[in-house]
Nanobody, 124 residues
Framework: QVQLVESGGGLVQAGDSLRLSCAAS????????MGWFRQVPGKEREFVAA????????GYADSVKGRFTISRDNAKNTVFLQMNSLKPEDTGVYSC?????????????????WGQGTQVTVSS
C-alpha cells in the first residue's frame, strides 16, 4: 500500500507559478513511476505529466509542454510539478498517482495509487 499526499495548490493569477509536491509513504519509491493528473467538474480526469522511477524519463501533455516540469527526489520520496506561465484553463484538482512499475504511462488506468488531490485555481 502506498499513501500519497499532495500539497502546494492555491489561487493564483494568470502568468504566475506554483509548485506542487506529492509525498509518498513507500520506502521503495524509486521503483514506482509517478504521474500528475487534473480534473475539473464535468470533465474526465486528464493526464498532465509523468516521470519514471529513476527520473530519467518524463512525459507531458501537449497543453503543458514548455510550461510545466515534473521532477522527483527519491531520497525524500517526493515528486514535484513546477507550473509556470499558468493559464485559466490549468484550473482543476491536481492529483498525483503511483504506478507499481518504473516506466511512466500517460493514462490513468495504469496507475495503482492516488492522492486526494489539491486545488489549483488560475484567475484571468
Amino acid at each position: 500500500q502506498v499513501q500519497l499526499v499532495e500539497s502546494g495548490g492555491g489561487l493564483v493569477q494568470a502568468g504566475d507559478s506554483l509548485r506542487l509536491s506529492c509525498a509518498a509513504s513507500r520506502r521503495t519509491f524509486s521503483a514506482y513511476a509517478m504521474g500528475w493528473f487534473r480534473q475539473v467538474p464535468g470533465k474526465e480526469r486528464e493526464f498532465v505529466a509523468a516521470i519514471s522511477g529513476s527520473g530519467g524519463s518524463t512525459g507531458y501533455a501537449d497543453s503543458v509542454k514548455g510550461r510545466f516540469t515534473i521532477s522527483r527526489d527519491n531520497a525524500k520520496n517526493t515528486v514535484f510539478l513546477q507550473m509556470n506561465s499558468l493559464k485559466p484553463e490549468d484550473t482543476g484538482v491536481y492529483s498525483c498517482a503511483a504506478r507499481t512499475v518504473s516506466m511512466w504511462y500517460p493514462g490513468e488506468r495504469r496507475y495503482d495509487y492516488w492522492g486526494q488531490g489539491t486545488q489549483v485555481t488560475v484567475s484571468s
